[in-house]
């Protein structure tokens, strides 16, 4: 059973910053993908960025130069940093680990970029 636990989420107004950290206990292939999803009211969950265990990494064009997404093999734990928000990122942002066929998600946790 794989667990992933999120934490940082919060209010921030615009041009704020965030950041949000995911970590993934359990069984877990040493080779993997961890990630960021986000999920507006209405909307469908998007991509935001992803990383490989090698370290590559993988944005949304609308979060290139804004969002940095790194991790810490040893501690199974993924970040974000989110700089320049913008009041269209307000969203549940979802961690998400996946390796093999298998595709696991975080209980989600709230960011709200005000005005």
């Known amino acids: 059973q794989v667990q992933l636990v999120e934490s940082g989420g919060g209010l921030v107004q615009a041009g704020g910053s965030l950041g949000l950290s995911c970590a993934a206990s359990?069984?877990?292939?040493?080779?993997?993908?961890m990630g960021w999803f986000h999920q507006a009211p209405g909307k469908q969950r998007e991509l935001v960025a992803l990383?490989?265990?090698?370290?590559?990494?993988n944005y949304a064009d609308s979060m290139k130069g804004r969002f940095t997404i790194s991790r810490d093999n040893a501690k199974n734990t993924v970040y974000l940093q989110m700089n320049s928000l913008k009041v269209e990122d307000t969203a549940v942002y979802y961690c998400?680990?996946?390796?093999?066929?298998?595709?696991?998600w975080g209980q989600g946790t709230q960011v709200t970029v005000s005005s």
């Open positions: 998400n680990l996946r390796f093999l066929v298998n595709n696991y």
């Open positions: 359990g069984s877990i292939r040493s080779i993997n993908t």
């Open positions: 990383i490989t265990s090698g370290g590559t990494t």
